[in-house]
């Protein structure tokens, strides 16, 4: 690996003058089969596979000046990473993990791309096997730790909550500084993430229990470098959350809150518990898809999502995926494809929708099916 680059990229189409290329064989492509484009484009090298790319990442880590912030837990973690940049900005230049980039390829390639005058780096981790974080540490070797939450996504990989806690605690024993809730299951938890100033100053922004703790996690971490009160505030306007997390649209006349990226049942509950809590012109509907990945127990969880869904007297509540359509609720769905030719006489103009679902449920579709433009074929 050359010792001066400007950035690292896996799509030859990305690659500047001075850029490292990384070559990846994957499932259906193979990055080696676009080296010559990389190189005419202008790479400054080469990197060749996974392993080439951990520990080239490693290298380079050793070489950043930067502080590095990692955040991890089952649900809220992109949020958290999006707080963390932008109060972090307000101390130094800081650079972090574009969207979810947060696996063995994203956060190696979101260390390459950090500028060497770089102050602080913030990188999100995700894990879906036991022994992922660990790995990810060695890469990243964070010097601050941030752990959201204890809940139950991918709990097939991992047998049980406390193996799931196990897995994300490894951040907090590796991490120079750890920071979690006080509420935070099975893991040893400092900071009080029931804060009425941040929650003012979120309402009508990130509302919700949920995101006043992704916010309150950061903040702590923040502080700790010297962020005060006042220039946290300053910095929530510069908050975006990328992707479809609690993004609001509108479709002839029906407002929707799409939060289709993931789900799990804990964020499930959160996302319910603050749609219920908003005000609309007319009736709440709850469009509610399968969670993947939760193993035995994934009938019962999903029916303790919608249990809490009717006892938040949702006047209409949808279930769509195998899963959902076993639960009890107002209308039961096998595909979101079965919802095309009914769904916008179940909505009407005021009404206030919320979707969520796992990301590869592509339960976001429905939206356009509020539409009476849309094609029904």
């Known amino acids: 690996m050359p010792h001066d680059f400007c950035g690292a990229t896996f799509d030859s189409r990305k690659v500047k003058p001075g850029m490292l290329f990384v070559a990846l064989k994957g499932e259906k492509t193979d990055g080696h089969d676009f080296i010559p484009q990389a190189l005419e484009n202008g790479a400054a090298g080469v990197i060749d596979g996974y392993d080439e790319l951990s520990s080239a990442a490693r290298e380079y880590r050793k070489a950043l000046k930067a502080k590095v912030i990692a955040v991890t837990g089952s649900a809220g973690k992109t949020t958290t990473k999006e707080f963390l940049r932008a109060f972090f900005s307000k101390l130094g230049k800081t650079h ?18 950090c500028p060497k005058d770089a ?35 991918h709990l097939e990989f991992f047998g049980s909550r406390e193996g799931i806690a196990a897995e994300k605690g490894e951040l907090l024993k ?7 809730a006080k509420s935070c299951e099975y893991l040893p938890g400092d900071v009080d993430t029931s804060a009425p100033w941040l929650e003012q100053a979120l309402k009508g922004i ?7 703790a992704n916010a309150s996690l950061a903040f702590a971490a923040a502080e700790s470098f010297g962020l005060t009160r006042d220039k946290a505030l300053e910095a929530i306007g510069d908050v975006k959350i990328p992707g479809a997390r609690w993004r609001r649209v509108t479709r002839n006349g029906v407002d929707f809150i799409d939060d289709t990226y993931n789900a799990s049942p804990d964020s499930m509950i959160a996302a ?22 939760l193993g035995e127990n994934s009938l019962e ?17 949808i279930g769509v995926g195998q899963m959902s359509s076993k639960c009890i609720c107002n209308l039961a769905y096998k595909t979101p494809e079965a919802l095309k030719h009914k769904f916008r006489f179940d909505v009407s103009s005021g009404d206030l929708v919320l979707v969520k679902a796992s990301h590869s449920m592509d339960l976001g579709r429905v939206i356009d099916y509020a539409d009476p433009s849309f094609s029904r074929g």
């Not at 969207?99 to 979101?110: D, E």
């Not at 319910?272 to 399968?290: I, R, S, Y």
């Open 96 to 113: 972090a993990t574009e969207g979810n980039f947060n696996n063995h390829i994203g956060l190696p390639i979101t260390i390459l791309n």
């Open 119 to 153: 102050d602080y780096l913030i990188v999100e981790m995700g894990s879906n096997h036991p022994g992922e974080i660990a790995a990810l540490c060695e890469v990243a070797a964070p010097d601050v730790g941030v752990v959201t939450n204890v809940g139950t996504a």
């Open 174 to 180: 590796r991490a120079k500084v750890g920071f979690s």
């Open 206 to 212: 990130f509302p919700g229990a949920h995101n006043v």
């Open 272 to 293: 319910l518990e603050t749609f219920a809590a908003m005000p609309c012109d007319g009736k709440h509907v709850a469009v509610l898809g399968d969670m993947l990945e």
């Open 301 to 317: 969880l999903h029916q303790k999502v919608f249990k809490r869904a009717l006892e938040l007297k949702i006047p209409l509540v």
